[in-house]
């Protein structure tokens, strides 16, 4: 890659990540000296869409690279800025979160400063854990309940059944109590933050079709089983969060059967009628067993999201002790024809989790282009899919035919080179801000995907969890993952546990140790929690960057294919893989057998304080 000025929003560039109105951030970015002489560097802020220049000086000079600072006075709760570059040969450049150009940038994908509250200072440094109880694991206590005349039950080695009726009716009976007693299990694997998607009673295996908000299922053990997970978990060091649909109900919900064909029912406001009789309604994609909320309705904020008597407030307070939630289809909630309410139901969700604890976290489901909705004003970050998965799949996934690719309608998965991921991961990570960044979910799947495995390139997923693990974001394990085990599209991947395949030599034993080793490299180095990046190398098969703080950076490299490369920089000691490293005179060089993930220690710029 050709050397250019960088600027991200970690420590070691910004002087105060979460400033109040009317506070000056000092700002810094590095330019490369092999660039040319410089003639000016300036910040150019955009208040109130009317761009202010500010002047930069120079701080630092290191390693052939030149330190400019500037202030910059936030002056509206996103506060967008990008660094404007005049050469002493005439020339003129400019820096935002997209990139260096010598034409003027999109506004959108400036570098952010947020005025907004920030998010738990634990968040930065999790490694989720998402759960579907019906298959994670069954007490034995599961033996003892009625199951309700909807569920079909199954053995707990059966295959899950991907299409048709009984998909969402196969029930293998999985519990709280079953979590609770695997704790040691996710504690090993280092993980530190655990999603459970929904645990409210409805008719369905997945629970999105919610018929009450206000228990947990008794088919999970109830509200006193979900007391003692999360009291366990948080004695073992977990986070617990939820899922709440804020989108729509289920269609048994007793608000909607309160009001479902019954004009004049209080509920009734809580719900899309189309015709007089309120028998028509509207529905998630037309999907009858799924109606969806109207928020206009202030009884059903009062009831779902809004003070203390909430819905939202009632499981984060005791004696629950939810640490969070994540926001089921949180895109769509509150959009419909004309009417976009989603800015006030995310920021009411929000406010109302602060005043019961401003320790918990909140993050939305958009599976798209998720920045417009992220911008620190309530979600911390995104459930999505177009920075980190699907381009990720396309670099490390052989091609296959594939009925399913993330709800595209593609017969194959999309192919992409190593340089076209990064395009895409740069692309679609432009608009968020830093801050939300560090707090996107890089899933290699989830609950409703296909397993990665399934269609990944032989040896590949050591190099894409490590990815997950070392680039901006949350790194994220479904439940089975570490097992190894694969799955056609996201019913199928929804395979109970086969816990007994750790008590003997294979395939599970092997990733759950690749696992814990690549999470343990995560959780025990502050750069690859909170550090900034730059990408030092990218080409078809093997990229190179750096994650970096004042304190420690780590050279990270992902190849998926034979590595041949040099570099102009030293390396200090290895922490991961086994890519071989040669000092030449003036460079190193690096080869592996690929595919390959490796990370080394490497010195830190030594920055005057700010």
Known sequence: MALAPHHDGSPLYVSNPAPALGDTVQVRVRIPQALGPVAFVKTRSNPD??????????????????WYQAPVVVENPVHGYRFFFGWADGGYGYLNASGYSTGELLDLEDFKLLAYPEPPLWAKSTVMYQIFPDRFARSSAADERELPIWAEPAAWTDEPINIGPSTPRQFYGGDLLGIEQKLDHLVGLGVTMIYLTPIFPAHSNHRYDALSFAEVDPLLGGDDALISLVQAAHARGLNVIGDLTSNHSGDAHEWFTSSHLQPGAPESEFY?????????????????????????????RRRFIEGPDSIVAKWLGEPYNFDGWRIDVANMTGRY???????????????????????????????????????????????????????LWGWLSKRVEKSWFFG????????????????????????????????????????????????????????????????????????????????????????????SSLDEDGLARETVELYSQ??????????????????LHVDDDVLVYVRETAEESVLLLAARADVDLELDLPVGDSLYGSVTTERLDATTRFTATGPAFAAWLIPSPQLPAF
Request: without cysteine.
């Open 272 to 300: 899309y009628w189309l015709d007089a009789e309120q028998k028509s309604y509207v529905s998630w994609l037309g999907v009858p067993s799924l109606p969806k909320f109207n928020w206009k309705s202030a009884e059903l």
């Open 49 to 66: 869409h009317e761009p202010v220049y500010t002047d930069a000086s120079l701080i630092h000079s290191e390693d052939g690279w030149d």
């Open 337 to 391: 024809l004309d009417e976009d309410l989603n800015a006030e139901v995310r920021q009411v969700i929000r406010q109302t989790m602060i005043d019961v604890n401003p320790e918990t976290i909140l993050l939305g489901e958009s599976t798209n282009d998720a920045s417009s909705d992220f911008q620190g004003d309530a979600w911390h970050g995104a459930m999505t899919y177009a920075n980190f998965t699907r381009p």
């Open 518 to 535: 690549l999470i343990a490299l995560r959780r025990e180095h502050v750069a690859l929690n909170q550090g900034g990046i730059r990408w």
């Open 408 to 499: 595209i309608p593609t017969t194959t998965i999309p192919s992409y080179t190593g340089r076209e991921f990064h395009e895409a991961h740069i692309r679609f990570s432009a608009g968020f801000p830093w801050r939300t960044r560090l707090h996107n979910m890089n899933a290699l799947d989830t609950h409703d995907t296909a397993r990665f495995r399934t269609s990944a390139r032989d040896g590949a997923v050591a190099v894409a969890f490590g990815m997950s693990v070392t680039l901006p974001g949350i790194p994220v394990v479904f439940a089975g993952d570490e097992f190894g085990l694969v799955g056609d599209d996201g019913e199928h991947s929804r395979s109970p546990l086969p816990w």
